[in-house]
């Protein structure tokens, strides 16, 4: 192990006492004389050590800082975050004109998925597991009784579960039936699950420009209402003078936007696309939570080992988040690739789910 600067300033300082005072003790120096200057000189040597200490931890702050920094500009600057089309867009009009009608039918046709009907329940104590609320409703309510068809039943974050309903009707009476029922009132409930609304990020705009210049010129320019569009944050760009902003806009608006393609701001018209981001922590590399939240290793995104960052990866790739997969669910993703790549599935299949959640209103 490499000593650390401090015990080596440590041993450099003792010996440089030490043969001082030796050559003192030689010298013709009265002994109030000699104990001055060792005096002096041990102060000196207090006062090195206590830069040095400084000096090592501000280093090593510096050091977290740059892989956060690292880290988080990674995340952003990925291609999964939805740079513009690089083929211009004639090409890609082309290119459908190619495939039949009846291919570009199926397509739309696919794109909606149906509706679902879900209900979350929720414990009342933190820390119920999901397991645990599963096994309680399953004791206590009886579905053939209630006539209710369930779809699916799944365990979810923060000791929540996700019942899935055939119907919008089913899912009524079950929400009624958990909610009424007396011997489970004080420890579940169940809810509607929130839904988000859609995002939009906007490319290429000035970093001088503010929030609020942004919201004023949009609304203004291309007609938009501002109560149905907030701007939440912005993220950079590839060159310094710009940056991406990413909105959120109710269904109606959101539907408004996307047809316009672009939007006008000051002298430029913005491109644009729809800002869908599954959440995955840099420091662990799993979906689900971010890093400040994060309870699991750091991970390296190339290989999902400890010990070493991304860039000073030297082994196969091995995404950590389709292995994870895999293991849990049994899900047989592929895993030669790194976690950040575009098309992994474990990311595509995060995509699918985070857009269920999300609120088009159609
Ligand atoms: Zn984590
Ligand atoms: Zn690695
Ligand atoms: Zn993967």
Not at 121 to 142: A, C, G, N, Q
Not at 205 to 231: C, F, H, M, P
Request: charged share 30%; glycine share 4%; hydrophobic share 35%.
């Amino acid at each position: 192990m490499v000593p650390l600067p401090i015990f080596k300033l440590a041993g450099v300082t003792t010996a440089a006492l030490t043969k001082i005072t030796a050559v003192l003790l030689k010298a013709r120096v009265s002994s109030d004389n000699r104990k001055l200057v060792q005096a002096e000189l041990e102060t000196l040597a207090s006062v090195l050590f206590d830069k040095v200490e400084e000096n090592g931890s501000l280093k090593a702050k510096v050091e977290l800082l740059q892989a956060e920094n690292a880290a988080l500009q990674e995340q952003l600057a990925t291609p999964r975050i939805q740079i513009p089309p690089s083929a211009p867009p004639e090409q890609a009009q082309r290119q459908q004109a190619q495939k039949s009608y009846a291919k570009i039918l199926k397509g739309k046709a696919k794109r909606r998925p149906p509706p679902r009907h879900v209900s979350l329940v929720y414990p009342k104590f933190r820390e119920t597991s999901s397991e645990e609320v599963k096994d309680t409703l399953i004791r206590e309510v009886d579905l053939s009784k209630a006539k209710v068809g369930i779809k699916n039943i799944r365990k979810i974050s923060k000791g929540r579960i996700a019942i899935e309903c055939r119907s919008n009707k089913d899912l009524g009476k079950l929400l009624d039936e958990i909610n009424a029922n007396q011997k489970i009132a004080d420890t579940l409930e169940a809810k509607l699950p929130v839904k988000k609304l859609p995002q939009v990020i906007l490319y290429d705009i000035d970093r001088v420009v503010s929030k609020e210049q942004l919201l004023t010129k949009l609304t203004a320019e291309n007609e938009l209402d501002g109560n149905a569009i907030k701007v939440l944050f912005s993220i950079r760009a590839r060159t310094q003078q710009k940056c991406h902003w990413v909105i959120e806009a109710q269904p109606q608006e959101f539907k408004r936007i996307l047809k316009k393609g672009k939007l006008s701001f000051e002298w430029s018209r913005l491109s644009l696309r729809e800002f869908v981001r599954p959440t995955r922590c840099y420091k662990c590399n799993e979906y689900g939570h971010i890093s400040t939240k994060c309870v699991g290793k750091e991970t390296c995104p190339k290989c999902g080992e400890e010990g070493h960052k991304g860039p000073d990866c030297v082994n196969q790739h091995k995404c950590i988040a389709c292995t994870a997969a895999n293991a849990k669910f049994q899900k047989g993703y592929d895993t030669g690739h790194p976690v950040t790549e575009s098309n992994c599935p474990s990311y595509l299949q995060e995509m699918v789910e985070l857009k269920k959640r999300i609120n088009y209103a159609s």
